[in-house]
């Protein structure tokens, strides 16, 4: 299907072909209809008998994860045989993949059982100081403390941790679609806007903070607060609509008598602690934080007898996606550039909240920071509204596809449908909209 469609681009329209911009923007869109069409691949997985050829290629094809990396794939097949690959690999050379590789890191270093326990450990010591029934407070604070702990160990890991402790306690133990996706677009939403408390947390206010000399004060004036407020209120929404199923998670563990988690030695503890800051504390320095991973697998090597395996494809997957995004996001510059520039202020928080869905939010703002003589009012409109929409599809925020890979086999073997996300995710993103309206605070 891809090698007809580009034979009959080629065919019709030979400048499409050697417009790398253009070419790069029809494979963007395509791409996107194949993040909301992964469903028909997964269903027509089926109709081939279990383990052929066709069956495997089918249900790769309905991977999310694999979606932008293939495409980019395309892309660069193309750009090869029109340009030459000494001119492709020119432009991959210029493209930064730290992003990707770190979120791969912390994907599998935050889901390891020593962290994991801490973070379970935290969050109960939080929730037993609620006046609710157990799983309903545990709930309510994964889904505020979780969030907001990403403005210090940054979002990967904050959706990464949060992401399997509900996995753990909530998806795995109901049936409820309803609940499922309300709870995968307030998490998303969430972890979007929770990162937004410091100025090296959140990936789109990262890309923009040095530049426009945004420090943690200024962070905290303009987005903190407006952050901390939203995630309250829609976490408090959303547990009180699903209280009794949420209570009724508690029964029926409780009923099964779950046996507490085996506590580990706390140097096991603090070891993994101390790695988790490093590879914070070095997120800008690829050499760093690899290096570091590197001593971390040995650790987990030496101390086996207290880990569970390692989620090393599941990271792969995610870095694969968001490498791809790499590779197409940035030919897009020629039409975003001109549509963030010719817009009012709340036109541009609208504009780039709705942007974000289709396009990572950190690339929307990386453009916009670009741009020469930006006001300080459309700098607030743009970041804004970028963290804002966040939330709305699994492309729009950099730990989505983490948080998606993780919590997609918990939705049954259709997985998560990007049109549900979506629905589940606008009410957090207007409460969070109404918050950030420009000039409102």
Known sequence: MVSLLWLFLGSCYPQFMNDVELLGSVIF???????FSVKRFQTLARRYPEGSVLENLFHLLGEVEVVFGLWAAVFLAGWCWNQGASSAIEYLET???????????????????PLLNFASA?????ASRLPLE????????????????????????AMTMTALLLLERIFLKTSSQPLKYATLGLLFVNVSIGGTLTPFAAPPVLMVASRWQWDLGFMLQHFGWKAAIAIAVSTLVVTFRFRKE??????DSAARNVAPKERLPVWVVALHLMFLILVVITAHHLVVFLGIFMFFLGVVQVTQEYQTPLRLREGLLVAFFLGGLVVLGGVQRWWLEPLLMGLSSQALFLGATALTA?????????????????TEVSKLALV????????????ANAPNPAGYGILNGAFGDEGISPRKLLLAALGPTIVALLLNWPGLF
């Open 95 to 113: 493209r930064d993949f730290k992003e990707p590789l770190f979120v791969f890191v912390i994907l599998v270093l935050c889901s390891t059982r």
């Open 122 to 126: 935290l969050l109960e010591a939080i």
């Open 384 to 395: 804004a509204g970028a963290v804002t929409g966040g939330g709305l599809t699994v492309i």
């Open 358 to 374: 289709v396009t990572d939010n950190a690339a929307l703002t990386y453009l916009g920071a670009q741009v020469p003589g930006l």
């Open 246 to 251: 949420l209570a009724q998670i508690g029964k």
């Open 29 to 35: 869109f395509l791409a996107i209809l194949h993040t």
């Open 134 to 157: 157990r799983t309903i407070a545990f709930f309510l604070t994964a889904l505020t403390v979780g969030p907001l702990l990403g403005s210090l160990i940054t979002e990967p890991a």
